[in-house]
């Protein structure tokens, strides 16, 4: 429709400077070079009964041929609402357009034809998403999904479609790519998926690319990957790219500007070196001031006494597939594990996904069975306990899982939730609920909240409460599994202060699991990095990431984005004063 | 979970619901007070046999007999509404104790009741509540206990997904690991969460129980002491052409019955389920 | 219109008879269809008197104990093979009595039967009995041919399925769950007859379905059961259609409530007589069987040999049952209930569902209080054949003789726990006994009258059961179909001559 | 499919397992009725004697201990055998395989339009959701699911038969009338509306109602966006994307359904004095004939189990996900 795709031969970092300055005053980017989409004014209202009554409000930005554009923001600021408005994805018939213009090329998307739109979608503007194990249709083989584009779009015969599906796959760095093309999603890892998804996007050659979170979902190494192919293929084409992230070393990583949301406004938009290094928004400053970072300065840990908690050459192997007369895969998720606990002492344990760390985590708190091995507490050997020997054991090892949403029993109150340990144990109900009130104080919330139902919560209010419902049990050893993968930045940051704090002021002993290694450096005293049911290095956090001796931790490390982007010195003083709780908005 | 008055309001939503609960609360109206509005036993002879509608002293005639229909309808919801309700009760009973017991312990348990459940669902079962209710003669308690027989098997699977699923739950596990005992686990941590399809798919079996005695009664098998609308369907079915209103009416009552409790579940699951309430219908 | 050949005549059904041999199963179904491919030596007229049919005449000796039967000569079996004194020799000494609980009782009465040629049979009786004469009907007495039984395994015989009989119509085809086909028997003994070429007996599970049927001229005729009492008033302004109630007085059946005298306090006779007074027998017999039937006066069916015409019935007394329940002692209590008994209608269609809800509203009238019981066919036979009942309802055959059909229920040596159809109420009175027994061997009629009338006078006072209707069926044909409904014997008998009125 | 015949061996065990359990289970329930076959037979005979039951009883094996019938019974019918019915002088599988052909008729052809129907106006409904077509078919959807299903079937014979004479109300075909080829063909079909229709309703309103719903639930999921996203025309997204998706529940419940249809048209047989195996079924009930009754639960136990293995064959078919063997 619009015509045909104007090249800007200009070098991706030339090109800078020029919008660096456009971003002062958008009205001159007019003159000097015609954005590829032209946002002004953009309101999109929700349904009654919504949280906020527009999802987006007033939303004014534009998006050059040749930049990546980063948007950034916590969970629920219109990130991805903006970009389906786009898209004309919007949920129909409730969340609508309100106000304002989307210009592509100069053209008004709102006032498109159907059809019109639909050339324009997967044509010109092409999007990637977050899930790619739902992205995919699961019933249609990878290349007939990629085909279906080109046949929109195109008038290529079906040889040449098959043979453009197959290039597509290879540029995106896909092994085999004729036979994977006849696969199945359910049969590729979620990194091959991103990677299909993008060629599907690239596939009628667009101008604009949207990436709604294309990494959230993956392993920091695939993230790398994906980042890298999208940055390359970016410079390749001269697209404009919209990346929408939360994460800030991605932001450092790969953008050219950087727009910043909050509550469905823009509050900051920049070239990134000035919005990264000299944030002028509160709310941005306060962002980045909640990054986890890299290497914290922190003392080494003097290990003193016997060990509270030995594993000795533990090994898990599941069965997965298995059935009547059928013998199922064998996953190893636990091959000889050596690791100690000792007293105060707070151990990380990093990998990637599907590495084994909560296999080792849940065999400890009892919830599963090695297959062998010795699991000691105080020199008592945990494994083949039966359940009722296992129970006093119970008081001392307690655990707090990853997900707020889903550790809480959405039926009971807050009160009963934190409670229902101790009175298990025999303990006085109104007892238990007196010191259930101050647990809730103790991890920074009301006493009053004990008579509430975790819905009323947040999810960083959610995290404490479980922590409070571990902390009830009296725990010399605390097992965190993940606690908080599921958290926006700022609240991780409190949540992780609050932990540390517990710890030091009980003298608890913590098994701290992660895949985010930023994280662990910020709480760890000890590292285990694990890798297909091994653990291939364990030491102090100071030398493990300091000096890192296997391979495969150096390539843990080195996937990790934005590490050459260094969190401005004034902001981290900020947080320092950041009191657990608090939030300038 | 939502507060009751979010429910209220998510049910009040789906206008079929509403209408649905309105007419079944008629129906029990109904049956509770049967007695008062028709004191006479609605077997008594009351009137001339075959009179149609509007005649007078029958409101909606009566039957061959010269029974009044009306109070037949009337006496007749206390019947389907009983054999509705404890049939479910009865099913629900052994479905979600068996379901729970498979879904929680997984391994061998499941195994050998989902074997057990897999055997009742594969004789078919409208053959196997006649085959029960002619052996053990036809009784409010014979008709009961094979609706309840045949209808357990999908309560009882849909209470195994529901546990197995809450079983991995991390709510559920953080009470284990708080030493929680196995039982107070199944009845106060994981019961009340698979609480709301069990509900659905419960109001959805009154309403099959209703219509499965009512098949019964068609072929001969309802209870002779207990006045049903299955049972006057079923009398009235073989002079239909002479006297259409006999069977029109007590067919009426279990269409608006059944579909009522069919409306009802349906605005169960939106209220009970928010996602799909959100949806556009 | 003259009689002439052909057509085809569609005949309702009723349950689906299980087999058409009919020496090895007389259920009404069987009898109407095998009654066209089997026959008998005689039949009878709608007095009962005995008309001609295998045997062409017969003559009984004064002392009434010699029965002298001369058959037709040019028989054929429906595989080729004549019919001679050997088929009815070999029926009535071997196969019947193995088989046939009826003819086996009847048959041996007999102190010989022999065949002094191929075309004479003779039976001497051991001492008089003048119902033997009524023995010799099609489903009494089906002749069986000797060829293919003789030293065989008479019920698992392979001929079962294939029944060869002499009568005027051979089956053809069977299908199971659908229909009947009968075709025209060509070597049929009498020339010319019969005049159709087909019979189809067609299955219709459903008592509405098949007054549709009927009505929309799908079947010819309907006959029992077939159709409900409440559709025969409709069924009767069917201009196509022909409606009679005669034809069943061979069967003649009575209807009433069975009683078990084991148990209290249906043991009194005045409790009998209370329930007697308590319901309305014309109410019934208008109401549930739309005025098919008259109501019972005792015992006998007024169609039956022997019967009494000047015995008076019961009429509806409510005071009367009062004052015979406050005579025993049973007084109402605060819901005015004075005895509860337990009531088991017989499980046989509707309207004897219908019944057992009208017996429920009427006894509670006079403060009897009736807990309806539910039962299938197998469990009621098991129940009342075990005395396992209190009341229940229930109907018997007469077979056209006290002697056949009615002695059976009331005598006391029949008394014979699980054996249906005997006296199962354990009614037991020498003087009943004595003259039922005197009376069947009673070669003056006049004298058998005269015992008749008294065993009805003892049964009336005595109420061992409660008569209700002697019972009528309606009987519907198509008008095109002529000389249909001739004997007794009704739509069990050959069709020989029915024929078609050409349109 | 390189792993179909260990599938469907691992099947068979399975099935012979659970036939095996169905064929003592069934044998057992059977027995503990009162009364038997030779009693139903004395009783209606009219007349009988203890020697006459006494006879039928030796006949049909009912006097020897319940344990030796039931081995009997076990032995005869792991031989491929289902025995022999005494009252009606046949060996049962005789006795179903006549039937059979009717009840096969008859149910599948109301499962294929049901399904096929269901399918469509669950669709139809789903995409105008929200609209008036949507709300008519919800409507007679929800009504031909609450009304019982002999009801209908009355009221359509008193419509289509009576009233307008359109339509056979009785039996599978005309019988006596000698057609032929695609005459008796015809026949057949004119015959066979009405049951159809009455027994596919229902279901027809089950599978629409489940295709709506899933449907619905679908067209939510990120894969719908994707295909949006590609700029797919909305009928391509519909027919490409989701209905196949959503499609699979309406499958797996109409495997199980389709096992079921047999008892489910006893009522419908019953109304239409259809001659198949539910009306064959309801006598064997009443007359206890054992050996029938067993045999026709037999029978519909290997449909209900047949139809499953038939509902994963074709579920791996439209899945892929699911493999049929390692
Ligand atoms: N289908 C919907 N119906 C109603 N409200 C919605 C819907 N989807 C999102 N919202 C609301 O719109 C607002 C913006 O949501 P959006 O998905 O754009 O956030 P986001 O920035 O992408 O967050 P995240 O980082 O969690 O993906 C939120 O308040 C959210 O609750
Ligand atoms: N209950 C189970 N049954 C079968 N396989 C399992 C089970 N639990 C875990 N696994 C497998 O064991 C391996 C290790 O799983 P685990 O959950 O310990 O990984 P993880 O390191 O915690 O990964 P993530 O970061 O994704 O949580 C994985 O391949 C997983 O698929
Ligand atoms: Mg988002
Ligand atoms: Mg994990
Ligand atoms: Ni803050």
Redesign the interface.
Request: proline share 6%; no cysteine; aromatic share 10%.
């Given at each position: 429709m619009t015509g045909t795709v104007t090249p800007f031969p200009a070098p991706r970092r030339a090109s800078a400077p020029q919008t660096e300055g456009s971003a002062m005053s958008p009205s001159s980017v007019a003159t000097a070079v015609e954005p590829l989409l032209d946002v002004r004014g953009l309101t999109i209202s929700l349904p009654d009964g919504a949280d906020r009554p527009y999802a987006v409000e007033n939303l004014t930005f534009t998006l050059n041929p040749n930049e990546i554009l980063c948007v950034v923001g916590e969970s629920g600021s219109g990130k991805s609402m903006t970009a389906h408005a786009t898209?004309?994805?919007l949920?129909k018939?409730?969340v609508k357009v309100t106000g304002g213009e989307l210009l592509f090329r100069g053209h008004n998307v709102f006032t498109m034809s159907e059809t019109e739109q639909?050339?324009?979608?997967?044509?010109r503007i092409?999007?990637v998403?977050q899930?790619p194990m739902?992205?995919?249709?699961?019933?249609?083989k990878v290349g007939d999904?990629i085909e279906?584009?080109l046949r929109?779009?195109t008038s290529l015969d079906k040889a040449a479609r098959a043979a453009r599906v197959v290039e597509l796959l290879t540029q995106v760095g896909l092994p085999n790519p004729a036979d994977l093309s006849k696969s199945?999603p359910?049969r590729l890892s979620g990194g091959q998926r991103q990677r299909v998804?993008i060629a599907?996007?690239l596939a009628c050659e667009p101008d604009v690319l949207i990436a709604d979170e294309p990494t959230t979902a993956l392993d920091v190494t695939t993230q790398k990957q994906i980042l890298e192919l999208i940055r390359s293929i970016q410079a390749e084409r001269h697209m404009g790219v919209m990346f929408i992230t939360h994460d800030f070393g991605v932001v450092a990583e790969i953008a050219d500007r950087v727009a910043v949301m909050q509550h469905g406004k823009l509050v900051e938009i920049g070239p990134a070196r000035q919005v990264l290094n000299a944030p002028t928004h509160p709310y941005t400053r306060h962002l980045i001031a909640s990054v986890p970072h890299y290497i914290e300065h922190r003392a080494d840990f003097t290990k003193s006494g016997d060990a509270l908690l030995e594993a000795r050459n533990v090994n898990k192997v599941f069965n997965v597939?298995g059935g009547?007369?059928?013998?199922?895969?064998q996953v190893v998720a636990g091959d000889d594990i050596c690791l100690t606990i000792h007293p105060g002492e707070t151990v990380g344990l990093v990998g990637e996904s599907g590495s084994g760390k909560s296999t080792l985590g849940?065999s400890i708190?009892?919830?599963m069975t090695p297959n062998s091995g010795q699991i000691l507490f105080k020199g008592q050997n945990l494994l083949g306990l039966k359940r009722r020997e296992f129970?006093p054991f119970?008081?001392d090892?307690?655990?707090v899982?990853?997900?707020p949403y889903?550790?809480?029993?959405?039926?009971?109150k807050v009160g009963d939730?934190i409670s229902?340990?101790p009175v298990?144990?025999g303990e006085d109900k109104g007892k238990a609920l007196t010191r259930a009130r101050e647990l809730l104080q103790l991890v920074g919330l009301d006493g009053s909240a004990a008579d509430r139902?975790p819905?009323q919560f947040s999810g960083g209010q959610r995290q404490r409460i479980?922590i409070a419902?571990a902390l009830?049990?009296d725990p010399t050893l605390l097992v965190a599994d993940e606690p908080v993968s599921a958290l926006d930045v700022s609240v991780q940051t409190q949540v992780l202060k609050l932990l540390d704090d517990i710890r030091h002021r009980l003298n608890l002993s913590m098994l701290f699991i992660t895949h985010d290694l930023r994280v662990a450096a910020q709480v760890c005293d000890t590292i285990a990095v694990m890798r297909r049911g091994k653990i291939v290095e364990i030491g102090p956090s100071r030398s493990v990431f300091g000096d890192p001796q296997h391979e495969y931790t150096r390539t843990l490390l080195d996937a990790i984005p934005g590490k050459a982007w260094e969190i401005p010195a004034e902001l981290l003083a900020e947080r320092a004063g950041h009191s657990a709780g608090g939030h300038p908005s | 979970m939502k507060t009751s008055s979010g429910f209220w309001a998510a049910y009040a939503r789906n206008k079929g619901a509403v209408f649905g609960l309105l007419i079944v609360a008629v129906v029990i109206v109904l049956a509770l007070f049967s007695g008062v509005l028709f004191p006479e036993s609605p077997w008594e002879m009351v009137n001339a046999p075959f009179l149609p509608p509007m005649s007078d002293g029958a409101l909606l005639g009566t039957d061959t007999l010269g029974r009044d229909i009306a109070a037949g309808i009337a006496h007749g919801a206390r019947m389907s509404l009983w054999i509705g309700l404890v049939s479910t009760g009865v099913a629900l009973l052994i479905g979600v104790s068996l379901g729970a017991l498979a879904g929680f312990f997984g391994g061998v348990v499941d195994d050998a009741i989902m074997r057990f459940t897999e055997l009742f669902q594969t004789i078919p079962n409208f053959v196997l509540a006649v085959v029960l209710v002619a052996i053990f003669t036809p009784s409010s308690t014979s008709i009961v206990a094979a609706i309840a027989i045949v209808s357990w098997p999908p309560l009882a699977r849909l209470a195994r997904g529901e546990f197995l699923s809450l079983r991995s739950r991390e709510f559920v596990q953080a009470a284990i690991t708080t030493g929680q005992s196995n039982l107070t686990i199944i009845v106060r941590q994981i019961l009340p969460n698979s609480l709301s399809p069990i509900i659905v798919s419960a109001s959805l079996m009154v309403a099959t129980a209703i219509l499965l005695e009512s098949s019964l009664s068609f072929l001969g098998l309802g209870d002779p002491n207990q006045m049903s609308w299955g049972y006057m369907v079923g009398a009235a079915r073989t002079v239909i052409r002479q006297a259409w209103w006999m069977s029109f009416f007590p067919g009426l009552a279990i269409l608006l019955t059944v579909l009522s409790l069919n409306l009802i579940g349906e605005g169960l699951n939106d209220a009970l389920n928010p996602k799909l309430a959100r949806k556009g219908r | 219109a003259d009689p002439a050949r052909g057509g085809t005549m569609n005949i309702i059904v009723q349950p689906e008879p299980p087999m058409l041999q009919l020496g090895l199963n007389q259920q009404g179904p069987t009898q109407t269809v095998a009654g066209k491919i089997y026959q008998g030596l005689l039949t009878y007229d709608e007095k009962l008197d005995p008309l001609p049919s295998l045997a062409k005449s017969w003559t009984v000796s004064d002392d009434g104990l010699t029965y002298t039967f001369k058959l037709h000569e040019n028989v054929k079996w429906h595989d080729g093979k004549p019919f001679t004194s050997k088929d009815v020799l070999f029926s009535t000494t071997k196969f019947l009595p193995e088989v046939h609980s009826r003819a086996r009782a009847n048959f041996a009465r007999c102190e010989s039967i022999t065949a002094p040629d191929d075309y004479t049979v003779v039976f001497k009786l051991k001492e008089p009995f003048p119902a033997f004469i009524r023995a010799f009907e099609v489903a009494s007495a089906p002749m069986i041919p000797a060829h293919l039984y003789e030293g065989t395994d008479f019920r698992n015989n392979p001929a079962n399925a294939t029944p060869i009989g002499t009568g005027p119509f051979k089956l053809k085809e069977w299908v199971k769950g659908s229909y009947i086909h009968l075709v025209r028997n060509e070597d049929y003994y009498k020339p010319g007859l019969p005049y159709l070429d087909n019979i189809y007996f067609r299955v219709i599970p459903d008592a509405a379905s098949r007054a549709l049927a009927l009505e929309s001229g799908q079947v010819d005729q309907s006959q029992y059961n077939d159709i409900e009492p409440f559709d025969v008033a409709r069924l009767k302004e069917v201009k196509s259609l022909n409606f009679t109630t005669k034809g069943y007085e061979f069967v003649a059946p009575v209807s009433w409530l069975e009683i078990n005298h084991r148990v209290k306090p249906l043991d009194d006779k005045r409790f009998r007589k209370a329930i007697m007074y308590a319901i309305d027998r014309e109410f019934i017999r208008d109401k549930i069987w739309f005025g098919l039937g008259n109501v019972a006066s005792g015992p006998f069916n007024s169609s039956t040999k022997g019967f009494d015409s000047s015995i008076v019935p019961y009429a509806k007394n409510v005071d009367k049952a009062k004052a015979l329940l406050d005579e025993m002692g049973l007084k109402p209590d605060a819901k005015g209930v004075r005895a509860t008994v337990k009531l088991m209608p017989m499980p046989y269609g509707e309207t004897w569902q219908r019944l057992g809800e009208y017996l429920k509203q009427s006894l509670k009238q006079v403060g009897i209080a009736v807990v309806l019981e539910s039962t299938d066919v197998a469990g009621w036979v098991q129940r009342v054949s075990n005395w396992d009942y209190e009341i229940t309802t229930n109907f018997t055959y007469q077979y056209g003789d006290p002697a056949l059909g009615v002695s059976r229920t009331y005598v006391s040596d029949n008394i014979r726990k699980g054996v249906m159809f005997s006296n199962t109420m354990g009614y037991s009175n020498p003087k009943v006994d004595e003259l039922f027994a005197a009376a069947a061997k009673e070669n003056d009629p006049a004298k058998r009258q005269a015992m008749y009338s008294e065993v009805q006078k003892v049964l009336v006072d005595d109420v061992p059961v409660v008569w209700l209707l002697e019972m009528q069926f309606p009987t519907f044909v198509s008008k095109k179909f002529n000389n249909v409904i001739t004997t007794g014997i009704g739509v069990n008998e050959s069709y020989e001559s029915v024929y078609l009125s050409k349109p | 499919m390189a792993g179909l015949v260990p599938f469907l061996a691992g099947r068979m065990v399975k099935a012979v397992v659970i036939l095996f359990a169905i064929v003592v289970l069934n044998f057992l329930l059977v027995h503990a009725a009162p009364g038997d076959p030779a009693m139903v037979m004395a009783g209606e005979a009219g007349a009988a004697d203890a020697k006459f039951v006494e006879q039928l009883r030796e006949q049909f094996g009912l006097n020897k201990p319940l344990h030796e019938q039931l081995m009997t019974y076990v032995g005869t019918v792991a031989q491929g055998d289902l025995g022999f019915s005494y009252r009606q002088q046949r060996p049962v599988w005789d006795l179903i395989a006549d039937r059979l052909p009717a009840t096969l008729m008859l149910t599948l052809s109301a499962f294929v339009v049901a399904l096929v129907g269901g399918i469509l106006l669950g669709t139809l409904a789903a995409i105008n959701s929200g609209k008036w077509s949507d709300s008519a078919i919800t409507v007679v959807a929800l009504l031909a699911y609450a009304t019982p299903i002999y009801w209908v079937g009355l009221m359509l014979i008193l419509l289509f038969s009576v009233s307008l004479g359109w339509l056979p109300a009785f039996g599978f075909e005309t019988v006596g009338a000698g057609l032929t080829g695609l005459d008796r063909l015809g026949d057949i079909l004119a015959h066979l509306v009405l049951p159809v229709f009455t027994l596919g309703l229902f279901y027809m309103a089950v599978y629409a109602r489940m295709t709506r719903a899933s449907i619905l639930e679908v067209r939510d999921m990120d894969f719908v966006k994707t295909a949006r996203a590609k700029g797919l025309r909305e009928s391509r997204i519909v027919f490409g994307h989701i209905l196949r998706n959503a499609i699979l529940p309406v499958i797996t419940v109409a495997g199980v359904q389709g096992g079921h249809l047999i008892g489910g048209s006893i009522l419908v047989e019953t109304v239409f004095a259809w001659p198949g195996i539910g009306r064959l079924a309801f006598d064997a009930v009443l007359q206890r004939d054992y050996q029938v009754l067993l045999g026709i639960f037999f029978v519909s136990s290997v449909m209900v189990i047949v139809f499953n293995i038939l509902t994963d064959l074709v579920y791996t078919l439209v899945d892929p996900r699911i493999e049929v063997a390692k």
């Open positions: 898209m004309g994805l949920p018939p409730h639909r050339a324009l979608r997967g044509g092409a999007m998403f899930e739902t992205a995919l249709n699961p019933l249609k999904q279906e584009s929109v779009h199945y359910f998804m599907m996007a597939g009547f007369l059928r013998k199922g895969r849940r708190v009892g919830l129970r119970r008081r090892i307690q655990m899982f990853q997900d889903a550790s809480l029993n959405p039926r009971h939730i229902q340990g298990a144990f139902y819905h479980s419902r009830a049990m | - | - | -």
